[in-house]
């Protein structure tokens, strides 16, 4: 099974809804990472936590917001999608400060 | 404002040869730089990571160098094969307990047979 793991793997939905993407991850990592992907801009960092009791945000968390349920699952919520929110988006982790290990990605679109 | 650059042109090399892909970066300080491979559709894998007191660092068949003064890393794939092709990251950390990393929004190569 993978180490980390989001879900759903695709979702296309309107502009308005509330939308959650959820990662869980199997590694018994403390951090955890919210990135997007746009093409030619590379991965940007949302929210990051280091534990269930800390939620920080990243460089682009307007029209975020994240849940750190357990130390295994980290959740990503969209409140009102808006278009310009369709992009990849990646979860990670990572133990001692060093490489970080990424799910599959899910794509989101919003129409 | 922080900047990574990573040549935004695919590389299109022959099996066989060395692949060299650059990362340049501004206006940051990073305690360590590392290279990630990302295939398309599948999210980045962990490469190599070199600090900044390293000028060099090796795996199989790839090298890397890190060079604080010119602010720029050189990634290396020796004997590259068509497998070699995907899209290569780079990301540069500060040292602390969060392990933020900040991308370069990655360079294309292709190996063709």
């Known amino acids: 099974d993978a180490d980390v793991t989001q879900t759903p793997r695709n979702r296309i939905t309107k502009t308005g809804k509330r939308i959650m993407l959820e990662c869980s991850q199997t590694?018994?990592?403390?951090?955890m990472y919210w990135y997007r992907q746009d093409p030619g801009l590379g991965l940007r960092l949302i929210y990051y936590?280091?534990?269930?009791?800390?939620?920080n945000k990243g460089e682009i968390s307007d029209g975020y917001s994240v849940s750190r349920q357990a130390q295994a699952k980290f959740s990503l919520s969209l409140e009102s999608a808006i278009p310009n929110q369709t992009a990849l988006y990646f979860c990670?982790?990572?133990?001692?400060?060093?490489?970080?290990?990424f799910g599959p990605g899910t794509r989101l679109t919003v129409l | 404002s922080q900047k990574i650059e990573q040549n935004s042109e695919a590389l299109n090399i022959q099996e066989g040869k060395t692949a060299t892909l650059t990362c340049n970066y501004t206006?940051?300080?990073?305690?360590?730089l590392q290279w990630y491979r990302q295939d398309p559709g599948r999210g980045p894998v962990f490469l190599l990571l070199?600090?900044?007191?390293?000028k060099e660092k090796r795996k199989e068949r790839l090298k890397v160098t890190f060079d604080t003064t010119l602010k720029q890393s050189l990634f290396h794939i020796t004997a590259s094969q068509p497998a070699d092709s995907a899209t290569y990251l780079c990301?540069?950390?500060?040292?602390?307990?969060?392990?933020?990393?900040?991308f370069g929004a990655g360079t294309r190569l292709a190996v063709h047979p």
């Open positions: 936590s280091f534990d269930v009791k800390d939620i």
């Open positions: 990670a982790t990572s133990g001692v400060p060093g490489e970080q290990f």
């Open positions: 070199i600090r900044e007191n390293e």
């Open positions: 590694k018994g990592h403390d951090r």
């Open positions: 206006n940051y300080s990073p305690a360590y």
């Open positions: 990301a540069l950390g500060r040292s602390g307990g969060y392990n933020k990393l900040i």
